[in-house]
């Protein structure tokens, strides 16, 4: 279950009624929303919630928008399937999120998925849903518009958080994962470096720079020739304000596909 | 009447009680179909004229009409432009060069920006016009002045809007706001530049120049030609985002004047991290109802979500960027089907009912006071005739 999810499951029933009830009345005057069919609008399909959302508000100072592996499949249109594969490097919980890092004013959205088989440690896992229901739809949406994050132990974003990089495909992953692509934004204009260690070798950075606030910016590291662990992803700088900025992304790197 | 017990009543007094009842019923009909109809008229919400100023950060609307329309101001000149989703970018340089990522002295604090020793810069030989492209998902590019005392690096092109396009509108905070401008048709812009440019590109590629740095962020410095100071962009299929910084001198005319847009939907709604659908205001809003003066304006307090829908007649008189607010000031009006508020657990219907728009109407009022003194004076007049014939 995830972080919003939870929240709300800490609310009393009949709050959660009312909420509910008093959402359908603004969405009713959400015109833009409205545009789309109800059909597209964020709900639980078959293995995994999944829709389009109004835009979000921008509640985290930098927040992780997709953690995937460089390697992409073209696709001229959307795939009957899209999949997404991941090596769980251990035990634990797993929370998968599909969605726009650039939202538009409505944005797509899927997480709460059930896979077909509890996921496996120490193995490569898969989840794949058809296209047909929701993304066919959004014609000024493609495939590369995707972001994924699989988030590991814990559903929110945090200073410091764990995911498993992942692979979106739609008939083979890439060869091998050669590479990773973080894409992150943060909620104001920041000065932010970023650098990958393994223990406390720094083995990428990417210079300085200045992103401006909920302009999504990606980092690619190729990790051709790196060896198979666990790796660090740090993001350190400050926003205009001087306010201190800082993140931290573990990661584990699995050189093969096997 | 009623007449003694095993007679039949004279004729006069049969007549007669029906005649009350019908009194009885001429006085009360008119009260039993008419209250219910005057309680019915003070629920009853109707499609209502409505105008809106009010602070945003954000704001969504899609372009009514059928003709394309500008938005901003013809010559807004920037100090920063930021271009997201482009598709290649041209421009002629006289001179060219490149500075070595790992050369950058970060920033240190606020108020300062990153910057190349001059030892970093490394000359190219660019082909006339160089072109950029911009084919990676995720490539940006940023132009500002070389000059960081410089307040202004270039003049935007005319912007065109499509009708039934979807516009976004957000303020990007930082010590200058920026404002996020998000278009979803393909654009061709011709940015006029100064004489000096620095690019910093992310993802982007350099044509067929060869390059002495590796990595997905350089920065290029860039002399251009006086007789060819333009940058062209190409946006990709689906438009682009420009985040543009506005010079000094063009923050306070950022949006044309007079603005008349006409709109097919407006947007002021986001979601928070709950799920749960709030208000994009920055600040206090006003709701008019400028087809009746006298009923007062509502205030719509900033934490209230505000939705408005089935837009008609809808036209964006007003737009400004607030550099000291943060905020865009937003004034438009239109014919609503749906005006809801929400404060906190509290859901209001903001149109106006049936019973307002008759007693504000002033024409209704008139017609209402000519129907009542013809009901009096006919009654009146009725009375007189039968007195008469009596007499």
Redesign the interface.
Known sequence: MS??AM??GRLPRSRRR??AL??L???????????YDPKLQYQKRDNRFEGI?????S?YDVELLSALVAEREPSASWPHTLRVRFYLPAAEPVFLTVRQP?P??VYYWLDKVVPPTPWRAMAWNEFSWFTEPVLKQLT??GV??LGVVVRLRQSDPSKRETVAPAALFHTEPPAVPGGY?F?FKT???A?V?SRIYRGDKEVFR?????E?????????WNAQGQPEGEYRLELSG?F???TPLAKEVLFYHRPSWK | MIGAPGKRPPRGDKKAAPRRWLTLLGLILPTAVLLPLVLLSTFWHVRTHVLLELATT?L?F?LGGTERRELLDRSVAFSSL?V?KCRSVEFTAEKLEVAD??Q?V??T??GE??HFPAAAWRELSPTAPLKLTCLD??A?L?LTNPDPAADQVGILDRIHFEPGS?V?L?I????KP?L?L?I?TPQELNLHLGPTAEL?T??VRPGDLKMPFK???LTYRAWLPEAARTLSVTSGE?GL?L?ITPARASAAQLFREPLDLPLA???L??????????SALHDKATLRYPDFPAIPAVTIEKGQ?L?????SQARLSGLALDPKKGALTVRFDGIAA???T?AG?F?ADQRLTLFQTLRYNGRWGLLTAAFLWLISTTKAIFELVKKIREG
């Not at chain 1, 959302?53 to 508000?57: D, E, L, Y």
């Not at chain 1, 990417?206 to 200045?210: G, I, M, V």
């Open positions: 972080a919003r929240q709300r009312g909420r008093l959402a009345l603004v969405l009713g005057a959400l015109p833009l929303l409205a545009q959302k109004p835009k979000p508000v509640g650039r538009k004013t000024a949406t590369d518009d692509r894409t909620n104001g204009t000065f470096t990417r210079p300085q720079n200045q401006k606030g909920g302009s999504p910016f990606t980092l690619s400050y205009a304000d001087n | 954000r969504a899609t930021v997201e990522p790992r950058l970060p920033a604090g606020p920006a990153p998902p995720a940006k940023t979807q976004i957000e990007v905070p930082d010590l920026a996020s998000e979803e910093a992310d993802f990595g997905d962020l689906h985002v985040i939907a407006v947007e709604l986001e979601e928070d991290l709950e799920g749960t659908v709030n979500a939705g408005l829908s089935g837009l749906h005006a809801a929400k657990a859901a």
